[in-house]
């Protein structure tokens, strides 16, 4: 059974950043596409970043801030936020889609999520 473990959320200052870290245990990552996606209170989730094989997706809203990667030997995806804005503040999630023939962007597309970390991000 594939399950997925987010951490490394917390509270930031603006300008700040943070870490995000999302293990998956029950295959091995490089069989999935990843992705972080996020809800804000009283809103939609949406996708933030996506990574496939080589290829993969950012939101607009956080081109040149945020850098997705993936460590196959620890089976572990990595979201690291620079230049946090409290705008970025929402639940953080971590999912998986069995290795898809192109990038999936949208939360309907992937079957597996973690449970979600919090970030916060200050004024």
């Known amino acids: 059974q594939v399950q997925l473990v987010e951490s490394g959320g917390g509270l930031v200052q603006a300008g700040g950043s943070l870490r995000l870290s999302c293990v998956i245990s029950?295959?091995?990552?490089?069989?999935?596409?990843m992705g972080w996606f996020r809800q804000a209170p009283g809103k939609e989730r949406e996708s933030v970043a996506i990574?496939?094989?080589?290829?993969?997706y950012y939101a607009d809203s956080v081109k040149g801030r945020f850098i997705i990667s993936r460590d196959n030997a620890k089976n572990t995806v990595f979201l690291q936020m620079n230049s946090l804005k409290p705008e970025d503040t929402a639940v953080y999630y971590c999912?998986?889609?069995?290795?898809?023939?192109?990038?999936?962007?949208?939360?309907?597309?992937?079957?597996?999520w973690g449970q979600g970390t919090q970030v916060t991000v200050s004024s």
């Open positions: 999912a998986a889609q069995r290795l898809p023939s192109k990038v999936l962007t949208t939360e309907y597309e992937y079957e597996y």
């Open positions: 029950g295959g091995p990552i490089s069989s999935y596409a």
């Open positions: 990574i496939r094989r080589s290829d993969g």
